[in-house]
């Protein structure tokens, strides 16, 4: 795996609603621009050794790095990819949606649940969102969000950004009621 650069972002929100956030509630993402594996390459029908080259150490590289940006511990996960212009959709979906990458996250945070994603293909600077979930409980309501993300230089054409995002709660102020008490 080939990396050009790596970002780490760190959202701490204060205020909310006219009212103050207290403990600030606080999101961070680490993203790494990777060489697309399949870059240059007509229609791959076997993206396992593309895979098998670089999903785990993405994982392995990205989830101790959201883990110490946080500061806290995680209550909300989160990952993406985005695929430069020369490249498939697939080729992003290809490299999260594998136990070898996710389980790095899940591990480090003693996470049960499925890392909600998105995926899309774009020019370098296109604005992102990270979908977030509870890491234990997908029908918590209160940790249902999402981070939006911009790296102004990726992905180029050939390229992948690989992001993951974890937040040490729910949305600031939130207030809904849970499932079960919604439904009465």
Known sequence: MKFRKLTTTIEEIAFEGGRQVDPIARVAI???????????????????????????????????RVMEALGAPLEAYGKAAIVGLNGEIEHGSALIHTLSFGNHFRNAANATTLLPAGEKRGPAGIIFDIPLKHFTDATVRSHHQTIEVRISDAPHADEIVVALAGAAQGRPQQRLATFDSAEK
């Open 30 to 64: 680490v993203a790494a621009v990777i060489e697309n594996p399949w870059a240059g390459q007509s229609f791959v029908e076997d993206l396992g050794p593309g895979i098998a080259s670089c999903a785990s150490d993405l994982g392995a590289l990205l989830a101790p």
